[in-house]
């Protein structure tokens, strides 16, 4: 398997605009989780799917951040309208429901700087 | 709440010497734990994981870790260390009931002088 799937992995973009960043999670996999990682904050859970479905988005900032997994193989998170604070690390990871607590596989991240 | 110390923000190790990251975890139920590596512009990457069994486990480039359920810790060792082992290491701690998520540490930032 190639893994977690992240696009693009650096945007830059500026104050005001759209932002969407895609994940393909690992094929089977049934969880999928969205982090942010800043220097300041380190790493965050934003959001996470079950199945397609959103289980907990409690680490969503603000109501500018969206995600949406419309089927298993594909998620976005979205940020409109971004701002210079939103510049980190997006990474999204996937895993299998072993049990109830399987690991965690990571794609590469989104670095995301909004000037 | 579940929660994850990694008391060691940075650690500084010679090359050859012996090395250990402490992890402790607050946790209800029984944990799963991991250690993940994190090199420079890259993502997280699985070290090792316990989830039941044998209390030392090993895991990949030469690492293993023990845990030790009457001190809540799950730390990480490695006899030799190399320069290319420099990154930031983070443990995290998981459990049935939470849906597969995973609480992270801070992480700590292994230097390796030559």
């Known amino acids: 398997d190639a893994g977690v799937i992240q696009s693009p992995r650096h945007e830059v973009t500026e104050m005001g605009q759209e932002v969407t960043l895609r994940c393909k999670p690992i094929?089977?996999?049934?969880?999928l989780f969205w982090y942010r990682q800043t220097m300041m904050r380190g790493l965050e859970l934003l959001i996470y799917f079950n199945n397609n479905v959103p289980i907990d988005d409690s680490g969503m900032p603000e109501d500018r951040f969206s995600a949406k997994m419309p089927n298993a193989s594909f998620s976005t998170l979205k940020i409109q309208p971004s701002e210079p604070r939103d510049s980190a690390v997006y990474f999204c990871?996937?895993?299998?429901?072993?049990?109830?607590?399987?690991?965690?596989?990571f794609g590469p991240g989104t670095r995301l700087t909004v000037t | 709440a579940q929660s994850v110390t990694q008391p060691d923000i940075h650690i500084t190790v010679s090359e050859g010497a012996s090395l250990e990251l402490r992890c402790n975890y607050s946790?209800?139920?029984?944990?799963?734990l991991f250690w993940y590596v994190q090199s420079p512009g890259q993502g997280l990457q699985l070290l090792l994981k316990?989830?039941?069994?044998?209390?030392l486990v090993q895991g990949i480039k030469g690492f293993e870790a023990e845990f030790k359920r009457s001190q809540s810790s799950f730390n990480l060792r490695k006899p030799s260390v190399h320069w290319s082992d420099a990154a930031e290491y983070f443990c995290a701690v998981g459990a049935i009931g939470y849906g597969n998520k995973l609480v992270f540490g801070a992480g700590t930032i292994l230097r390796v002088k030559s």
């Open positions: 316990y989830f039941s069994g044998d209390t």
């Open positions: 946790y209800g139920a029984t944990p799963y």
């Open positions: 990871a996937s895993s299998w429901a072993r049990g109830g607590a399987g690991e965690q596989y």
């Open positions: 094929s089977g996999h049934d969880y």
